[in-house]
């Protein structure tokens, strides 16, 4: 054997030496990997693209007044759709104060969760019976508010709700309250207007204007703000008569 051949057997033997315990490394990194991932498939399955929130621990105990979810504190069934999936058969809420639906989770091991599912992935949320869609023109992809679709046509109704924990000015037994605030939009030709009086759908729609008068006083609407059934009954017919469908 020459010195050169016997040089480099050696310098291959130690090579191999030095980079084993790099590569036994290597292994163990990718099977804990791998080990991980199916665990996860295994509790989340196709559902992965609707479990990315963060973990929902319910809303704030002490001396509190009311909740913070738009219709109460049960859970609801509920349908999601994303971009590229529909969920059907979830228990959901719609945390108004935190912005978040959430989502009643149980794993295949029985472990129960709540979670928070972040907005942006969203375009319909359907709770109970109300159906909810991002609230357009809203440039926070990460927190936009869910508006519920009162209305569906030409024109959109959407109402939003959102709750704040304020110190309480009664004299009752709790120290902090739940306050609601609601706010009211039309959506028509890619604008969202403040939907505040009837004055501004007459304004909006001036060539349809008499029509929709009539229409309120031959069906005793009243169209305060807190009447969103009587608005949206308005809004209905603003549609039909929009569509050629006014029979």
């Not at 105990?61 to 979830?90: C, M, V």
């Not at 912005?99 to 942006?120: C, P, V």
Request: net charge neutral; proline share 3%.
């Amino acid at each position: 054997m020459s010195v050169n051949l016997e040089r480099s057997l050696l310098f291959l033997i130690f090579l191999i030496l030095a980079l084993s315990p790099v590569l036994s490394q290597e292994q163990e990194d990718q099977s804990a990997t791998e080990l991980l991932l199916l665990y996860y498939d295994n509790i989340f399955g196709d559902d992965e693209r609707l479990i990315n929130g963060h973990f929902y621990y319910g809303p704030v105990k002490g001396s509190i007044q009311g909740h913070p979810y738009y219709f109460d504190e049960s859970w609801k069934n509920g349908i999601i759709e994303t971009a590229d999936a529909r969920f059907d058969g979830l228990q959901v809420k719609y945390d108004i104060c935190l912005n978040r639906i959430i989502l009643k989770y149980t794993s295949t091991d029985n472990a129960f969760y709540q979670i928070g599912l972040n907005s942006g992935n969203i375009i319909r949320v359907k709770v109970a019976t109300s159906e909810f869609i991002p609230l357009p023109g809203t440039n926070d992809s990460i927190d936009i508010p869910f508006a519920e679709l009162i209305s569906n046509g030409p024109v959109q109704y959407l109402v939003t709700r959102n709750k704040s924990l304020q110190i309480t000015n009664s004299s009752g037994s709790t120290d902090y309250e739940y306050k609601e605030y609601v706010k009211q939009y039309l959506f028509y030709n890619d604008m969202l207007l403040s939907f505040r009086s009837k004055k501004m759908l007459y304004k909006t729609f001036p060539e349809i204007k008499n029509q929709l008068r009539r229409y309120v006083r031959r069906n005793n609407l009243y169209l305060i703000r807190n009447r969103i059934d009587d608005r949206g009954k308005l809004i209905d017919y603003c549609n039909a008569l929009l569509s050629g469908n006014n029979e």
